[in-house]
């Protein structure tokens, strides 16, 4: 059994910067596919990042130059560095494992 716990997630104002994390237990392997989705009100959930066991990253358009994911395999955690936030980024944001394992989700709202 796998379980997904984010944080980080929070009000902040247009041009700033969030740091999400995602903690796994259980047994994940190291050759496993991490992401970010995100769901905002009325709207699908849609895959903002994934990063793959070799290291290889990919974003969301949306997310390209001011998004970065990056993983720490020993601690079983998955990270989203955010920075020049929008307030379309506003979303509750969450961790997935192989498509398959969901965290609870975070929140993140951009607003002034």
């Known amino acids: 059994q796998v379980q997904l716990v984010e944080s980080g997630g929070g009000l902040v104002q247009p041009g700033g910067s969030l740091r999400l994390s995602c903690t796994a237990s259980?047994?994940?392997?190291?050759?496993?596919?991490m992401g970010w989705y995100r769901q905002a009100p009325g709207k699908q959930r849609e895959l903002v990042a994934r990063?793959?066991?070799?290291?290889?990253?990919t974003y969301v358009d949306s997310a390209k130059g001011r998004f970065t994911i990056s993983r720490d395999k020993a601690k079983k955690m998955v990270l989203l560095q955010m920075n020049s936030l929008k307030p379309e980024d506003t979303a509750v944001y969450y961790c997935?494992?192989?498509?398959?394992?969901w965290g609870r989700g975070t929140q993140v709202s951009v607003s002034s």
């Open positions: 990063i793959y066991p070799g290291g290889t990253t």
């Open positions: 997935n494992v192989n498509d398959y394992f």
């Open positions: 259980g047994s994940i392997g190291s050759s496993w596919v």
